[in-house]
């Protein structure tokens, strides 16, 4: 009886001892690798993201959004591992201690353009002069809430028309609703926004006008960076480094990524 209990006692420790090489730490995949990042990158990410999860066989999880949302998502206390964002987001986020120094990496730098629907009269674009003529004659404008359309507002200032196409204006917060409203629109719409989010859209009815005039044109810069907090620090490090390859920069060079 004693035996028997022994011969049990001692096949229990055993099958604990597999058990626990199986579900050993060490062994256990990965957790999702968060990554935070505004909407200019995302054509560009979604081409990458699926080599390096193959090659590492780590998960990415992507959340895209307008810039000053990640940061306040950050400083309220979320923590991604990575964060792709203008410079302004990421010295903000670099000064409070939420974002290392190092590596901080630049992407490329992206800028803006003009669209209007498929089969709708092309304005033309090519001097500041021109442009100014193609808003004033325009039936609806149509940008932004994120640094696109800040900087935009001062092209109209500039260009002395704010007052004049204010109330034909519509406003959404991201670049994707101001490429879908002009594709759903009726009538002489011109759209702007960042070159990135306007390529994805023209299969599907948005015809690219051209980028504003070299004068008064705008270059967003977008940097990648680890936060201070990320449990997989190295792993983001390493999800940095694949997505600046000279190989990476031709991928997003091909959705507008200068």
């Known amino acids: 009886m004693v035996a028997t209990r022994r011969r049990a006692f ?20 990965a957790a999702e690798l968060a990554v935070f990042s505004a909407g200019a990158m995302e054509p560009g990410l979604r081409r990458l993201i699926p080599a390096f999860e193959r090659e590492t066989g780590q998960a990415v999880r992507l959340t895209i959004a307008v810039p000053n949302v990640l940061r ?4 309220a206390g ?42 709708a009269p092309v304005p033309d674009v090519s001097t500041p002069d021109a442009l100014r003529r193609a808003l004033l004659e325009s039936e609806s404008l149509v940008f932004n809430r994120a640094s696109t359309g800040t ?13 004049a196409v204010r109330a034909r204006t519509t406003r959404y917060p ?6 879908e409203h002009v594709i759903r629109g009726p009538g002489r719409e011109i759209g702007i926004g960042p070159i990135t989010e306007i390529r994805p859209h023209e299969a599907k009815g948005l015809r690219f006008v051209g980028p504003l005039p070299a004068s008064i044109q705008n ?3 977008y940097l990648a960076g680890v936060l201070a907090k990320s449990p997989a620090a190295d792993r ?15 991928e997003f060079a091909v959705t507008g990524v200068e």
């Open 219 to 221: 270059y967003t810069a």
């Open 78 to 119: 979320e923590r991604p591992d990575v964060l792709i964002a203008p410079p302004p987001v990421v010295d903000a986020l670099t000064r409070a201690g939420l974002l290392r120094s190092e590596p901080l990496t630049v992407i490329g730098r992206v800028g803006v353009a003009v669209v209007v629907r498929e089969g």
């Open 174 to 179: 991201d670049g994707n609703a101001v490429m």
């Open 10 to 29: 001692a096949r229990a420790g055993l099958v604990g001892a597999l058990l626990a090489l199986v579900v050993s730490p060490g062994d256990a995949p």
């Open 72 to 75: 306040h998502r950050v400083e």
């Open 236 to 250: 983001a490090a390493g999800f940095i480094r694949h997505i600046t390859t000279p190989a990476a920069r031709a």
């Open 151 to 163: 900087y935009f507002e001062k092209v109209l200032e500039r260009l002395g028309i704010s007052d």
